[in-house]
């Protein structure tokens, strides 16, 4: 059963807004005069909004300082931006970019207040607990996935034999600001976006399914959900316009919130121990992985649960997203696996092999892995099972 009892965690203020970019001078300057901007490889440094950013903090009175994240976040990248930025006295860290520098940016201002590296401070990794104290920390996503600008944690990443992908989570440290702005989103290439997509896309459906949702989570993740129908077929058939931009971040912000509330499945429990060990895009692990979990996780329900309530909502899923009228459950749920495979094959989502896994790595992930949340406890036999259909 759905959860009727629910606590609201911390959320940023959010301003969604076309052009809000233009805002973030004066929302800077609201949180203090020493900022810290924190950018990825450098895309937004050598577009327009940076010289005009530099201009109005100037004008301001204002203080700027720059910290890049260049891939994903590292413990080591996050140190030395800190090591780098104690001394100027930093009020607000804005970070713009994609999820991993929203995340970097994140990490950078909780450690800007905190002693000691930041790997001793991540869950499953490090023994010290977060306290919360942070600077004032402003996200303004250039991408639409994975929801960072509204979570609390922030991911970090060594990659390679014995690596991980972990959090640094603190209520506090969620966003105190969420600047969205999908206009950021359109320079974004087609397949880069089709990866985003499918992360929050992944975010919303799992926490929609999850063990732990309750009815606030439920109805944020399908009012997002129905938003995102129509641009579906579009990302696959390439024709993303600007109200598919809309419709993505605004899915990517409101997976977020359902994430932290309702936790997710199987195929997030996938991409962290993955993407601890292979340097592949983690919308693109959702994405490989999306189909075949749910076919997975549909057909255990069937068998072992059948009065299950995601069994429900595989059903209202299917039915969300396929046409005709008046078919069974069973049709409909059948339909969401068909839909999910269909946006696989057509969105050009390539399987795991293609970023040097091979068939001896499977089973180790697999019992790494987690399912914690996903509507059917799957065995490291059914995982593994997954990895292999997408090898
Ligand atoms: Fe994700």
Redesign the pocket.
């Known amino acids: 059963m759905t959860k009727d009892s629910f606590t609201v965690k911390k959320l940023p203020r959010i301003v969604f807004e076309k052009e809000g970019i233009s805002r973030l001078p004066e929302l800077i300057e609201s949180r203090g005069s020493s900022v810290l901007v924190v950018t990825g490889g450098g895309s937004f440094t050598r577009s327009p909004h940076w010289q005009v950013l530099e201009g109005s903090l100037q004008r301001l009175g204002g203080e700027m300082h720059h910290g890049s994240i260049e891939a994903e976040p590292t413990p080591e990248g996050i140190d030395d931006i800190c090591r780098r930025h104690r001394r100027h006295n930093i009020e607000v860290v804005t970070a713009i970019g994609g999820g991993s520098v929203l995340d970097g940016g994140k990490a950078a201002a909780a450690m800007l207040k905190s002693e000691g590296s930041v790997v001793e401070y991540l869950e499953g990794v490090g023994t010290r607990k977060p306290d919360g104290t942070k600077v004032p920390f402003i996200a303004v996503p250039t991408t639409a996935?994975?929801?960072s600008e509204t979570t609390a944690n922030a991911v970090l990443s060594r990659v390679g034999p014995g690596g991980f992908k972990k959090s640094l989570r603190h209520e506090n440290y969620t966003p105190d600001i969420a600047l969205i702005d999908p206009l950021l989103t359109l320079g974004l290439p087609l397949q880069q976006t089709a990866y985003c997509c499918m992360?929050a896309f992944?975010?919303l459906v799992e926490s929609y399914l999850s063990t732990a949702a309750s009815f606030f989570s439920d109805d944020l993740a399908w009012g997002a959900l129905r938003r995102l129908k129509p641009s579906l077929p579009r990302l696959s058939r390439a024709e993303v316009g600007l109200e598919d931009r809309v419709n993505m971040s605004y899915a990517a912000c409101v997976s977020g919130i359902t994430?932290s509330h309702a936790g997710?499945g199987v195929v997030?429990g996938f991409?962290s121990t993955i993407g601890g060990r292979f340097a592949i895009p983690?919308?693109l692990v959702?994405a490989t992985l999306m189909a075949e979990a749910n076919a997975v996780t549909l057909e255990k329900l069937r068998n072992v649960d059948t009065g299950s309530l995601a069994l429900d909502k595989y059903a209202h899923l299917g039915r969300l997203l396929s046409e005709g009228h008046k078919r069974s459950d069973s049709y409909y749920q059948d339909a969401f696996i068909a839909i999910l495979q269909g946006l696989t094959a057509d969105c050009g989502i390539e399987p795991l092999g293609r970023f040097g896994i091979t068939a001896g790595d499977l089973l180790a992930m697999a019992r790494a892995s987690s399912c914690k949340n996903n509507p059917a406890d799957l065995g490291s036999d059914e995982r593994q099972a997954i990895l292999a259909a997408r090898l």
Do not use: N, R
């Open positions: 996935g994975t929801g992360d992944t975010q994430l997710l997030h991409a983690h919308g959702c």
